[in-house]
Every structure is written in C-alpha cells, then in structure tokens.
C-alpha cells in the first residue's frame, strides 16, 4: 500500500464546477504539499500544509492531522485548470518526500 | 536564467547506451535534487546536493546511476548501460536554503528519457 493515496485518479468535469481531490497518508508528517503538474513536466508548488486551511485564489487546500487526510478544492474550475495535482508530504520518520501518484484533471470548455 | 533548466528536454536511447542529463539549477541555489517520475505515477526521490556535496543518494535505484555537482552549480546525472526500466522523466529541483525540505523548491521541465 503506498503511503500517500489520492483520488480520484483521473477527473473529468465541465467548466465552472467545483473540483475536490482527496489526500491520505498514513506516516507521521512535517508538512503536505499540493503540487500543479502541466504538460511537459514542470511542477509548481500549489500550497504547503501542516494543519488547518488556506486560501489562493480559486484555490483551497485544507488539511486534517488526526485523521491524516488533506483536501484540494477548485471553485469556479476553468479549462486552464487541466493538469496533474500531486500531494506529497515531508516524513517525520527520515525527512523524505513522499508524492501521491498524481491526480490528472480535465476541465472541459 | 530565470529558472531551472535541463537538457536535452528529450532523450531516446538505445538499452545498453550511456546517457547523461544535464540541470542547472537557479543562479546561487544551494540545493539541487534529483527526482525520476514514471510514466503515471509521481516523482520518486533519487538524489541531494548541498553545493558540491551530494549528502543523500539513497534514492538511486542501482549503481548504473551517477550523479555529481562538481562546482556547486550545474549538476549532471548519469546512467550507464541503460533499461528500458529506466524510461521516465527526470526533473531536476533547486533550493535557495539547504537541506531536504520541500519549500521552495523550484522545478526544471524534465527530461523525458525513453529506452527502447
């Protein structure tokens, strides 16, 4: 089992919904992050979590210690929103990064 | 240069042929990482340079894989007689701060690396 799971795998959605990407790990963490993936490789850090909920923009990342789960919302999502949403989290156990496998979004016009 | 920048963005290689991958990091960046991400699935960890001094390289998965930074700045990662396990994407990071948190790593582009 990986230590770090997200779903849903793929998500397809129509322009304007709200989009939600789920988060779970099951090793004592530092701190998550929600990385933006586009085409082409490049990665740019979304939100750095270690408790509680932020804000940017159309962006909302909560997250919850205790039961070791974080949130990605996308209000008001939009075609340029298409792209690999990854979580990964810093391990307490020996400072490693760890990233979920990616959630790979598509916002249809 | 504005950012972290790899080369070549693209590499198709034979199994059994050398390949080396450049970065280079942002101009003054203390660290500089090392990830492999496999087609569908998220960057895995292979390596850390603080300056010259590569102080983690347990997340090289054979010792097919080399990586050095000689001068603090520009770093090159090497396989040497390649697999087709080996076809993946290799993003290159950069840190203004030393050591291995994830803050404020900024990414290059990748090398997508394909081993027929």
């Known amino acids: 089992k990986n230590e770090v799971e997200q779903s849903p795998q793929n998500l397809t959605a129509q322009e304007g919904e709200f989009i939600t990407i789920n988060c779970s790990y099951s090793v004592g963490i530092s701190a998550l992050h929600w990385l933006q993936q586009h085409p082409g490789g490049g990665i740019v850090s979304l939100f750095m979590l270690s408790s509680g909920k932020k804000k940017h923009g159309r962006l909302i990342a909560t997250i919850n210690i205790q039961e070791k789960h974080s949130s990605l919302h996308i209000t008001a999502s939009h075609p340029r929103d298409s792209a690999v949403y990854i979580c990964a989290v810093e391990s307490l156990r020996d400072d490693k990064i760890i990233f979920g496998k990616g959630t790979r979004l598509h916002i249809l016009p | 240069g504005a950012g972290v920048s790899q080369s070549p963005r693209y590499k198709v290689a034979k199994r059994g042929q050398d390949v080396a991958l450049r970065c280079d990091p942002i101009?003054?960046?203390?660290?500089l990482f090392w990830y492999q991400q496999a087609l569908g699935q998220g960057p895995e960890f292979l390596t850390y340079?603080?300056?010259?001094?590569?102080?983690?390289k347990s997340g090289l998965p054979s010792d097919r894989f080399f990586a050095e930074r000689p001068e603090g700045s520009v770093s090159t990662l090497k396989i040497q007689r390649t697999q087709q396990e080996d076809s993946a994407v290799y993003l290159c990071?950069?840190?203004?701060?030393?050591?291995?948190?994830?803050?404020?790593?900024?990414f290059g582009p990748g090398t997508r690396l394909t081993v027929l």
């Open positions: 340079f603080q300056n010259e001094a590569q102080l983690d």
């Open positions: 101009s003054g960046h203390v660290s």
């Open positions: 990071a950069s840190s203004l701060v030393a050591g291995t948190g994830f803050n404020e790593q900024f």
